[in-house]
């Protein structure tokens, strides 16, 4: 009997750093979902649109969420927005929670105990898509912690390789084309 697969729901995705495809090159993905039925959802968060959510839909230009972060979640579905966030407890893993309604999402705001952004699109896996890469190494899973969640753009990718897997460090720090070296 084969054995069951774990979740990897609430862990970071890590692209190779030979990732290629323009989608995933260099990108840490949060994982909110993840079943061998069902497949897998995340989103991409070292990719900010350099935007609030105000400054990118009028309806959000006043209240708490006017300040939200854009950021591109993933080349799924990229003609939709959804709100989603986390919250660190004081022990345990992150509370994680993606699709939350606009009202929730400001109630939460207003609490302030959760770090909240907008998501234009988002990362999806079928069923066994997601396991096939891993045993292609097109990922790194890593933890999810209160250390690395405030890591932005490329330092968030490098310093989580540079953690979990240093013997990438020159592969991560080659110049894209040989020619610049």
């Not at 966030?85 to 509370?95: E, L």
């Not at 009202?103 to 105990?113: I, M, P, S, V, W």
């Amino acid at each position: 009997m084969k054995g069951k697969s774990p979740s990897f729901a609430g862990k970071l995705l890590v692209s190779h750093p030979l990732q290629k495809e323009e989608s995933f090159s260099e990108t840490v993905v949060l994982l909110h979902a993840h079943s061998e039925k069902e497949g897998a959802m995340g989103v991409i968060l070292n990719r900010p649109c350099r935007r609030t959510l105000a400054q990118s839909q009028s309806d959000f230009s006043e209240g708490p969420l006017a300040g939200l972060p854009l950021h591109l979640g993933g080349p799924v579905s990229t003609n939709r927005m959804a709100l989603g966030g986390w919250k660190f407890p004081a022990r345990g893993p992150a509370s994680i929670r993606y699709g939350i309604s606009r009202e929730e999402a400001a109630d939460l705001a207003k609490e302030g105990l959760y770090q909240l952004f907008a998501f234009v699109g988002y990362a999806g896996w079928s069923p066994g898509q997601l396991e096939n890469e891993l045993r292609l190494n097109a990922w790194l899973v890593c933890p999810f912690t209160r250390e690395v969640a405030h890591l932005e753009e490329r330092d968030f990718w490098k310093t989580l390789l540079a953690i979990h897997r240093p013997d990438w460090r020159l592969v991560c720090d080659s110049p894209s084309s040989p020619d610049l070296n």
